[in-house]
């Protein structure tokens, strides 16, 4: 290992072609091949579990002093160490993110590097972060004391008291450093030089923000001479017997010693290193996540460890906990504060975590590096399933076909088994680590299978997990990314494509299947779910997976009106970017839900819950892998409508009766029908009645209080179709204008002006929509490849125009007059069209609407035939809306193959809730299932309803929705924008994924629908 620091003369510089071979004149040459080491850290302590100790410490977060650098070459060298010549240094808290702070800027990439690849080399523009705090040391830091510095990205070195202690790599990692002989009792100054981009950086290449700066903790810790420096507690589950194992061993200075393990509630003590067995405990997991608090003891410290009971096995191709095949329903996740940038506040990530047990998350695969220490010790107490990560990604090698890939290059070997020893001796106590997973993205090669082997040689208790190498030679589980539904039913199966080795085709074989990325949560989405979660459940081999992402990586910035939206890449002035891919998550930044995390709660629910047609009961099954139901308690409750109007849904729902029910304590997997009180459908009288059952907390958890729902179900009754309005009148002809019942049109076009007092400033049929982040993305599956908004844009969906055929008034059954408007839609350049046939009627308050579609020529394009992205009308109202009600699915938004969160009833929101916020502004806020809905504007309201339909209202236009890049791009013009959809396309998870699965694509048809309207004023 070399000893230089990475702003130290190195030992050996690199060379490189075309360096001058003669005297050199470069301003810090030697500071910038330094920073070209491929070392791990120099001066640092041996890694070791993250330890809560009786012992003296002190945080040194809060204000340092900091000063920014362009490059290596123009930092100052010496003087600033040890807190002199501080000129030019401002005030910056730490832990921070320098950027964050106004010192330089954000960049994000994905998987490009944001500079030249000529590993292990980077470039002269590399901001360098110069660190220095003034501190106080009492005596009981001496005579010995360590430095930890929790998380540094990328580089640094540090000093104390200008004594050089050493150097950090790998950001997401923990560094130690003893200060004995260098801490002084009172005054002392800790200086920390930081780059953005070093060697390490070439292994950091992880989907986010490039952040550097000291973001994590940094301590002082006491150190006893006959303290403990390591702990690493087995405590190992016998299912057959309910006996627990436990053995934990103590380490001072590598050495094992005789402390003392005590664990009062098992009225417990033994020497550590020896093991004893523990009849009848609770055994840990996520359901059920039983912790027992042990002290580990010497003469001189005492550490205190949470203690849960569990082993992991892999059996018969399946994934087992304490004996138990378990079901990962879990989410991918990121450290990332919308303000702060790396830095997550504990209280923060507290609350994320509740709101992940809120919605049924299970498990999190901690993407892609080690979480800050504290939220292993939450995921134990709260339950979840962690997949710990390595700090580890190359992924931008794959540009140049892994050249150079430091996976498999024997140079790289240390520093990457450095980095899986840290990751591994940090948290091998947490009962939430069920595996340890090597990295992501870093392709294939000899350094992976040599990290497997030190990880295994450790910790045999966990098995390994690494997507990157589809043979899987060094890891313990199958893995994959993105898997359509149809390639996973085949995994599933065991029926999978065979590997070319047959050893390794069985040994995989042999192996549980988990999708560590599945359903692209970017933008509105993601689609699909339900299918995959089919699969999960039908097939044991199928652990499955982890949804991309939990949180978008939104960065908050004000625009010129002082109003706060979040920014993505390229909005910071980055050379090369990857725009908003960075903005993907089931939350946004603030932690608010979106859409898909309510479908999400739903599709992976623990309790199924199937109300009776008749209303007689409901069926529960219990889903959950450990617990019983005997911590929930279960309600009912019976709407109706209003009964002022039938089916009006600015009536809104009645409560005709509700209550609890006793439902006996269910076993795992087991399933009961419960009886309802007799007579609940003859309450709701033949009116549209909606009756829910809800498994609900029974009392409060850490993580939700008494009354949080967990599942749900509905039964819908009497639901009808309005008919359509009698054709009572005949059409009147005026100058200009037409009129038939509450109906102005103009006489030249046939297009409505005004229903009742609602003036009308355009109509038309709409087959498209402001393309999501979905659309935008490359199509997996089906014949054409193309974005399908490439696919839209190039057969002109987004610019049809009609022309007219002609206007009849045709005669009625009921002696009036039907309006019949006649027309043909088609894009410039363009032979296929649509032809549409408007037909109106009117009993003289409300007017029938009858429109039906035939596409009109050949509908291919660029060889391909040509999908729509909807069907249905768009009514530009020329007034503003303030209020919407409807009798139908929500509150939130649902598309074919979204909403399974969304429950049948009667919503009312403002205007501003109907829109979904996303960050880049697409299509979004449809409300699927709709029989009637009232919009309420300046002008009256207007009153929808028909056969089911989907609804959508806008303060802005289609044209504006699609140009906006950002939220403070739209503009609401005082019109509103309805859209009343016949059928819809799904939205799928192509962003980076599968496409729409077959079954919610919407080829070009014939439709013929109806909806009747009212206006009241």
Known sequence: MSLQSPFAPAVTPATS??????????????????LASLDPARGTLPPRAYLHSDTPRKSLNGEWQFRLSPGIRQA????????????????????????????????????????????????????????????????????????????????????????????TRGSRLAHEFDVTGALTEGANVLAVRVAQFSAASYVEDQDMWWLPGIFRDVTLQARPGQGIDDVFVHADYDHETGEGVLRVEASRAGEAIDAVVRVPELNLELTAGTEHRIPAVSPWSAELPRLYEATVSAPDETVTVQVGFRSITIEDAQFKVNGRRILLRGVNRHEHHPKLGRVVPRDVVEAELRLMKQH???????????????????????????????????????????????????????????????????????????????????????????????????????????????????VDVY???????????????????????????ARRRAMPFVLCEYVHAMGNGPGGMTEY????????????????EWLEHGITVTDEGGREHFA????????????????????????????????????????????????????????????????????????????????????????????????????????????????????????????????????????AGAGHEVAWGQSVQAITVPAAPRGLEPVGVSEGVLRLGPVVFDRVSGL??????????????????????????????????RP???????????????????????????????????????????????????????DGESVGLRTQVRPDGDWTNAGFHVEWARIGLELVLGSEASTVSWFGQGPHQSYPDTGQGAKSGWFSLPLEGMDVDYVRPQESGARSGVHAASVVLDAGTLEIAGTPFALTVRPYSLGALDAATHRTDLVPDGRTYVYVDHALRGVGTAACGPGVLEAYRLAAREADFTVVLRARS
């Open 568 to 703: 993505y890449g390229g909005d910071f002035g980055e050379e090369v970017h990857d725009g908003n891919f960075v903005t993907d998550g089931l939350v946004d930044a603030h932690r608010n839900p979106r859409p898909g995390l309510l479908d999400f709660k739903k599709v992976i629910e623990p309790l199924r819950v199937t109300v009776a047609g008749d209303w007689s009961g409901f069926t529960v099954r219990n889903g959950f892998d450990f617990a019983d139901t005997s911590a929930l308690s279960f309600r009912y409750v019976l709407e109706a409508d209003g009964g002022v109007r039938d089916g009006g849904a600015g009536d809104g729902g009645a409560v005709l009766a509700d209550g609890g029910v006793d439902v006996a304590s269910l076993a795992p997997g087991a399933e009961t029908f419960v009886e309802l009180p007799a007579g609940l459908a003859s309450l709701a009288g033949g009116r549209a009645a909606v009756l829910s059952v809800s498994a609900v907390l029974a009392s409060g958890t850490d993580w």
């Open 17 to 34: 072609a075309g360096q001058p071979t003669g005297r050199a004149l470069d301003i810090g040459i030697d500071d910038v091949e330094a």
């Open 479 to 505: 893995s994959r990314m993105y898997a359509s539904q149809a390639e996973t039913e085949l995994i599933g199966q065991g029926v999978e494509e065979p590997l070319d080795d047959p050893a390794l085709d």
């Open 360 to 474: 049924n998350i299970n498990a999190i695969r901690t993407s892609h590096y080690p979480p800050h220490p504290d939220f292993l010790a939450l995921a134990d107490q709260l339950g979840f399933y962690v997949v710990l990560e390595c700090d580890l990604e190359s992924h931008g090698f794959v540009n140049s076909g892994w050249n150079k890939n430091p996976s498999d290059d024997a140079a790289w070997e240390p520093a990457l088994v450095d980095r899986m020893r840290r990751t591994v001796e940090r948290d091998k106590n947490h009962a939430a680590v069920i595996m340890w997973s090597l990295g992501n993205e870093a392709g294939t090669g000899r350094n992976l299978a040599a990290m497997s082997k030190w990880a295994k040689d450790r910790d045999p208790s966990r098995p390994i997990h690494y997507e990157g190498d589809w043979s899987s030679a060094y």
């Open 788 to 842: 399908l908004a490439t696919q839209w844009s190039q057969a002109g969906l987004n610019r049809m125009h009609p022309r007219l055929l002609g206007i009849a008034a045709e005669p009625t059954a009921d002696g009036g007059e039907a309006l019949t408007v006649r027309t043909r839609v088609a894009a410039a350049d363009k032979q296929f069209g649509v032809l549409v046939d408007y037909t109106w009627s009117s």
């Open 76 to 167: 100052p060298r010496d003087g600033w160490q040890s807190g002199r010549d501080l000129n030019g240094f401002t005030s910056l808290p730490v832990p921070s993110s320098w950027p964050m702070h106004g010192h330089g800027a954000p960049a994000y990439t994905n998987v490009q590097f944001p500079f030249a690849v000529e590993p292990p080399h980077v470039p002269d523009a590399n901001p360098v972060g110069d660190h220095v705090v003034e501190f106080s040391a009492g005596p009981e830091f001496f005579p010995r004391a360590l430095l930890r510095f929790d998380g540094v990205e990328s580089a640094a070195t540090v000093w104390l008291n200008g004594t050089e202690l050493g150097t």
């Open 752 to 785: 409505p002006l005004s229903i009742g007092s609602v003036p009308v400033d355009d109509f038309r049929l709409a087959l498209w929509w402001a393309p999501t982040d979905n659309d935008l993305g490359s199509e997996w599956t089906g014949p054409d490849r």
């Open 533 to 548: 979660q089919e699969l999960f459940d039908r097939y044991p081999r199928l652990m499955g997976g982890f949804v991309w």
